[in-house]
């Protein structure tokens, strides 16, 4: 029984063994997928990698797994970018949320933030087709997932309040146009001149409407909400 034991202690060595070379093999062909731009292959590659080595004692292994975690997400954005290019929005924007969402999984806070820029700008461009074309329900629909992913993108911010005006959302587009006006002044300068002259014209366009129906108690109830949250626009 101890002989027996013994050799399927040396067995299960050797299987150990076999599956940390193929771990590490993995790792070594999703690293040149990498470099050699494969990003598809990659991806694949140090999934394997992450699924098949986390649980290892392998000091060599848990590098291979920690790695492979760190550029997974980069694989992700890369072939997101390259459908981005191609104009195929739908599967960049799968491929570049997937980018954000295992960046997260895996703590990495950076490479998130940065595929969800990226991400929010695949949305303004697919949304910026349908704004120009003054299709603004399509448009608002769009720059809502690009402005969550990223609420810095001013410009998209700015077109989302006017398809919310258009639409006649006065309230949603006042609210995305105050949040635009509240941000850093150095930097979003053009943004809040351009929010701060929309609030005015959507406004005198809302009383405009108002009095064509003749509520004039919905006017007056909009200059008593103005008074106390906007006094420049009451």
């Given at each position: 029984?101890?002989?027996?034991?013994?050799?399927?202690?040396?067995?299960?060595?050797?299987?150990?063994?076999?599956?940390?070379?193929?771990?590490?093999?993995?790792?070594n062909e999703g690293a040149k997928?990498?470099?050699?731009?494969?990003?598809?292959?990659?991806?694949?590659?140090?999934?394997?990698?992450?699924?098949?080595?986390?649980?290892?004692?392998?000091?060599?292994?848990?590098?291979?797994?920690?790695?492979?975690?760190?550029?997974?997400?980069?694989?992700?954005?890369?072939?997101?970018?390259?459908?981005?290019?191609?104009?195929?929005?739908?599967?960049?924007?799968?491929?570049?949320?997937?980018?954000a969402e295992t960046a997260e999984?895996?703590?990495?806070?950076?490479?998130?933030?940065?595929?969800?820029?990226?991400?929010?700008?695949?949305?303004?461009?697919?949304?910026?087709?349908?704004?120009?074309?003054?299709?603004?329900?399509?448009?608002?629909?769009?720059?809502?997932?690009?402005?969550?992913?990223?609420?810095?993108?001013?410009?998209?911010?700015?077109?989302?309040?006017?398809?919310?005006?258009?639409?006649?959302?006065?309230?949603?587009g006042m609210a995305i146009y105050?949040?635009?006006?509240?941000?850093?002044?150095?930097?979003?300068?053009?943004?809040?001149?351009?929010?701060?002259?929309?609030?005015?014209?959507?406004?005198?366009?809302?009383?405009?409407?108002?009095?064509?129906?003749?509520?004039?108690?919905?006017?007056?109830?909009?200059?008593?909400?103005?008074?106390?949250?906007?006094?420049?626009?009451?």
């Open positions: 029984m101890k002989k027996l034991f013994v050799t399927m202690f040396a067995l299960l060595a050797v299987i150990a063994a076999s599956a940390q070379s193929e771990v590490i093999a993995k790792f997928a990498v470099q050699e731009k494969n990003y598809t292959s990659a991806i694949t590659l140090f999934e394997t990698v992450i699924d098949k080595g986390m649980d290892s004692e392998d000091n060599t292994v848990l590098n291979c797994v920690a790695t492979a975690k760190k550029y997974l997400p980069v694989c992700y954005q890369g072939v997101g970018l390259s459908a981005a290019s191609q104009k195929n929005y739908t599967k960049a924007i799968e491929y570049l949320t997937k980018a999984l895996y703590g990495n806070t950076t490479a998130k933030t940065k595929a969800n820029t990226i991400l929010a700008k695949v949305y303004q461009v697919q949304g910026g087709e349908a704004f120009n074309a003054k299709d603004y329900a399509t448009a608002a629909s769009v720059f809502e997932k690009g402005y969550a992913a990223n609420p810095r993108n001013a410009e998209m911010a700015l077109n989302l309040a006017t398809s919310y005006c258009e639409l006649g959302k006065y309230d949603e105050d949040k635009i006006c509240k941000m850093p002044a150095e930097k979003y300068a053009d943004a809040i001149a351009k929010a701060t002259a929309n609030k005015t014209l959507y406004t005198n366009n809302k009383v405009a409407s108002l009095q064509q129906a003749g509520d004039f108690d919905g006017v007056i109830a909009m200059a008593d909400k103005l008074a106390a949250s906007a006094p420049a626009l009451a």
